[in-house]
Nanobody
Framework: VQLEESGGGLVAPGGSLRLSCVVSGLIFDDHAVGWFRQAPGKEREGVSCISPSDGTKYYDDSVKGRFTISSDSAKSTVYLQMNSLKPDDAAVYYC????????????????????????WGHGTQVTVSS
């Protein structure tokens, strides 16, 4: 199983980035795919996640209205469009895939928990600075 993130970089406050996560080695539509982030000295936190099979989505309150998650099952890819970026959004962003408990959390509108996700990418750095 491999998850490969891309799209990170340096952006000024108020700017936009689109992260991509290509998933291979598992049945894409049988998994939830989530985006997590970890800033220096902080715990890894769930930002947004999606169940590709039915399109159910979750957004953390800190990113609602600014970030949009989407998926393309034909390409086994999940995207995170990030607009109106703030310095507090700066972190390493990780893509992760999980099965039953991760999917259940999305359905119940629970914040995604790292321990519910079995497979992880290596992360992509997002820096928000002027």
């Amino acid at each position: 199983v491999q998850l490969e993130e891309s799209g990170g970089g340096l952006v000024a406050p108020g700017g936009s980035l689109r992260l991509s996560c290509v998933v291979s080695g598992l049945i894409f539509d049988d998994h939830a795919v989530g985006w997590f982030r970890q800033a220096p000295g902080k715990e890894r936190e769930g930002v947004s996640c999606i169940s590709p099979s039915d399109g159910t989505k979750y957004y953390d309150d800190s990113v609602k209205g600014r970030f949009t998650i989407s998926s393309d099952s034909a390409k086994s890819t999940v995207y995170l469009q990030m607009n109106s970026l703030k310095p507090d959004d700066a972190a390493v962003y990780y893509c992760a895939a999980g099965t039953y408990t991760a999917i259940a959390a999305i359905i119940n509108n629970f914040k995604p928990a790292p321990h519910d996700y079995e497979y992880w990418g290596h992360g992509t750095q997002v820096t928000v600075s002027s």
